[in-house]
């Protein structure tokens, strides 16, 4: 499979290893740390050369052990930066066989969230600790110890940590002793199972630990950094419902000995699925269920079960190379919603999913998509493949596949898949085999037409006669796109025609469907789970009642959603939306509601003047009255959907629609969450929150950022963080901006808050501005894979003559980690700016006649 450039980066079979035993002593005080590793390997041919991954790491001395008994010395070791390897020279020729390479070696904690890195966060006392903590995915094993760190080369690991006596240590294992001398303690793990480099963890600082609870028959704890305990009752509850979830779903036990979820104060990603070890940032781990939202508390849920997932689907069972790390994410974002959903159903976790098919959507109908499954050569396609395209895409398909299978033959086809590859390596088409082999469905030909191919289609529906249908597909973008009338995907369809459900997959361009009987509706997407959008006749249009029950809440999500991209795409004016939007006056489901204000509130950006305020008033005329109905404050008999609803609501009245009332009263709600967090309901003091800030005073922003530095837990620390961004004057936005330079706020934070700090409608260019002149500094700082994701705020800069300047800087500037995503946020910019320049005027003139 890989080509000449792929075997540049890729290691030579020659020798792979079956097992590490690995010693690490980290030094908290001088940011070092000091090893040994015993792995024993197989060698296939006769070789005087070993070459393995090692990039920042100085090896000091290495010699084999063969297998006859004699030592073979490493007479000579040569280093590629750019491979990220190293070569081996050997005193003399090693026979095939099995063997034992050694080495001892030392590296530097670094600060860049990567590999074996430090950690610092301050006690209650303002006391500041330092951690040792990994992170090795994707190709991060290597700065940790000296490797064979491809996903393939799958082992088991024994790892010991010495540490100082007053340090917690815990790794993959579970521990089997523990030894105090000489003020160090020395920690020796269990071996784990055989599984790939980049699930490897060890974490050292002043942890705790919760009591475990036991699932059935295994271990569950969540590790804290002291003082925290009291925030881990809740995710302790999802974890065990996710992990008893999935070994049902699965049918197959656990696979390690123990699981710990590892609350970390620096932590690059949302978490990370080590085997028995999974870490996680501390706001997505550690939460007070009482202080909590209703998003915060589904996000804790869904994060613990997609790493959970993992523990099978990734850990157990691994893909061959990074090519195949989507369907690892995808696989794992569909089961953690899946989960969710049983762990809350009423939350509705599957409507909620709307919400991000709906950001895959946006990415994908851009020229600049790409297949779900693309070629990856080197260490930074491998980090550029973390996009939307690879979780969100790829778990809308995957659901999409699921609702036309049916959940029962699709649960098997997994189960059958996992049994066949434990402890393996697959490629993608493992997985439709094993699902075709079960269900005798077209799997691998269905999914090959999402998989390696880029976009989707929009599904067409006209009447060609009384008791006929047409349905026919074409690609969507939106720009114009002649070509995509060639272009084909096997779609699944759940239909409801005239009430009753009906399923077809259409693979042509077209296929007409014959009915018993007249017309008299029909709802293409059922179920709304489809990866494809709608565009129904006129006549079919006409229809669908959206008000009168006909439609669950998803599929008026998707209507709504597909309405807006049919805006974007210049196919429909704004001014057309608006009133659609106006219909859905006695909507009442949170996620429609919230993606009906966030389109509102994308057209609010594109006016000023006379126009602005027509718009505000269409706003306050549709949320006002909603808002009403809902009250201010919960009531008796209302649910979680309506606690985050009312949140919507309340945002969209005081910011979009720009009611004084709302705001006035936005603010004495927020007065007295500050004077007794606990009589303001979390979803509220959120909403308020963001209101104060959008009209916030200097004074108003000294609390906000006392707040921030002083939190009663992790969400409300990130909730006044982020609400910084939103503050009116530029004085107040060169005090954020300054801070994500300064130290003040999170390597893991700052990135986030800037791209943030781009989208305030008046601040947005000086964001910019401080980014193009700061640009080195931020690279250097700023851990690699957030860069990319830090300039999603550039989307927001739809000025033209702003564009252009991003699109000027960015003509000399690259991001390699990330260049196509870079490229797709360029792509979206330019489509921005079109919309402006096409809708500013005319629905300002649309809504002041």
């Not at 000449?4 to 890729?10: A, I, N």
């Not at 049902?248 to 699925?273: Q, R, S, T, W």
């Not at 781990?285 to 079960?305: C, F, K, S």
């Not at 017309?519 to 129904?536: D, M």
Request: with cysteine.
């Amino acid at each position: 499979m890989p080509d000449d450039t792929q075997s540049r980066y890729r290691l030579p079979k020659t020798v792979t290893p079956s097992h590490y035993d690995l010693t690490l002593e980290p030094d908290l005080v001088n940011f070092t740390f000091a090893g040994t590793e015993e792995i024993r390997i197989s060698v296939s041919e006769t070789t005087d050369v070993f070459v393995i991954n090692s990039i920042e790491i100085e090896i000091d001395e290495a010699w084999v052990s063969v297998s006859d008994g004699s030592r073979t010395e490493v007479s000579g070791i040569e280093y590629d930066e750019e491979l990220q390897r190293a070569t081996l020279s050997l005193a003399s020729a090693v026979a095939p066989g099995d063997h034992t390479f050694h080495a001892r070696f030392r590296g530097l904690l670094n600060d860049q969230l990567h590999g074996f890195y430090r950690s610092t966060f301050k006690d209650d006392a303002g006391v500041e600790h330092t951690i040792a903590t990994t992170q090795m995915e994707s190709t991060d094993a290597r700065r940790a110890f000296p490797c064979w760190d491809e996903p393939e080369f799958k082992a088991s690991y024994g790892i010991t940590l010495i540490v100082p006596e007053d340090q917690f240590a815990m790794s993959n294992g579970a521990e089997i002793s523990n030894e105090l001398s000489g003020g160090v303690r020395t920690v020796k793990f269990a071996d784990t199972m055989k599984m790939s480099t980049y699930l490897v963890a060890f974490i050292i600082g002043p942890f705790e630990a919760t009591d475990p609870i036991d699932v059935n028959g295994t271990p569950l704890r969540i590790i804290y950094p002291r003082g925290k305990g009291h925030l881990t009752e809740y995710s302790l509850e999802a974890g065990k419902h996710a992990l008893s979830f999935f070994e049902d779903y699965y049918g197959i036990p656990y696979p390690g000995d123990k699981l710990d979820m590892v609350a970390v104060p620096d932590f690059a990603f949302g978490a990370m699925e080590n085997l028995g070890a999974i870490t996680y940032r501390e706001v997505l781990l550690l939460l007070d269920r009482d202080r909590a939202t209703q998003p915060e508390l589904l996000r804790v849920a869904d994060v613990i079960a997609h790493e959970i997932a993992h523990m099978w689907f990734g850990d157990l069972v691994t893909m061959r190379w990074w090519n195949g790390i989507w369907l690892n994410e995808a696989f794992a974002t569909f089961m953690a919603t899946l989960s969710t959903d049983a762990f809350r159903p009423e939350w509705e976790r599957w409507v909620q999913f709307g919400f991000e098919r709906s950001m895959a959507f946006d990415v994908d109908s851009l020229e600049k998509t790409r297949p779900i499954e693309i070629e990856v050569n080197s260490p930074s396609d491998a980090e550029g493949m973390f996009d939307l395209l690879t979780y969100e895409k790829g778990g809308s398909v995957l659901r999409m596949l699921e609702q036309y299978l049916g959940d029962t033959p699709y649960r098997d086809g997994i189960r059958n898949y996992l049994t066949k590859h434990s402890y393996g390596n697959t490629e993608t088409n493992d997985l439709w085999d094993a699902i075709e082999e079960t269900t005798g469905e077209p799997a691998r030909r269905i999914m090959d037409s999402w998989i390696y191919q880029g976009g989707y289609p929009v599904v067409g529906v006209e009447s060609t006669g009384e008791t006929t249908l047409r349905l026919s597909q074409r690609r969507f973008r939106f720009v114009d796109d002649p070509e995509g009338a060639n272009s084909r995907w096997s779609v699944p369809i759940m239909l409801r025609i005239n009430g009753e459900p009906q399923r077809v997959l259409l693979e042509g361009g077209s296929t007409d469907i014959a009915l018993d009987s007249p017309v008299e509706s029909v709802i293409v997407n059922a179920g709304g789970h489809g990866f494809y959008r709608v565009r129904y006749s006129p006549e079919l249009l006409a229809k669908i009642d959206v008000a009168g029950g006909e439609l669950s809440a998803i599929e008026r999500y998707m209507l709504v959603d597909d309405a807006w991209a049919s805006v974007v795409a210049g196919d429909t004016p704004a001014s057309e939306f608006v009133a659609f939007a106006r219909g859905f006056s006695e909507e009442t489901d949170a996620e429609v509601w919230g993606q009906l204000t966030g389109c509102l509130a994308a057209l609010d950006r594109l006016l000023e003047g006379e126009g602005r305020g027509a718009m505000r008033s269409v706003v306050r005329d549709l949320v006002g009255p909603a808002l009403d109905r809902i009250g201010w404050e919960p009531s008796e008999g209302q649910t979680s959907r309506d606690l985050e609803l009312r949140g919507t609501l309340i945002r969209a009245l005081a910011v979009t629609g720009n009611d004084q009332n709302a705001r006035d009263r936005a603010r004495g709600l927020h007065a007295r969450y500050l004077e007794d967090p606990g009589s303001i309901d979390a979803n509220v003091a959120a909403a308020v929150t963001g209101v104060v800030a959008n009209g916030g005073s200097d004074a108003d922003y000294d609390t906000f950022f006392q707040r921030f530095k002083s939190p009663l837990d992790p969400q409300e620390e990130q909730r006044y963080l982020r609400t910084l961004v939103g503050f009116p004057s530029s004085e107040q936005m060169s005090r954020t901006l300054s801070m994500t330079l300064s130290g003040e706020i999170r390597t893991q934070d700052a990135p986030y808050l800037l791209a943030g700090c781009m989208v305030n409608r008046e601040n947005g260019p000086q964001a910019w501005a401080f980014i193009k002149d700061n640009w080195d500094t931020i690279n250097k700082v700023f851990p690699s894979n957030s860069i990319v994701r830090m300039l999603s705020g550039v989307r927001s800069l739809s000025r033209p003559e702003i564009a252009d300047e991003v699109l000027a800087f960015f003509e000399e500037h690259e991001v390699p980690q990330g260049a196509l995503t870079l490229s797709q946020h360029l792509e979206r910019l330019r489509i921005n700016v079109a919309l402006r320049e096409r809708e500013s005027e005319r629905l300002a003139a649309a809504l002041t006649r």
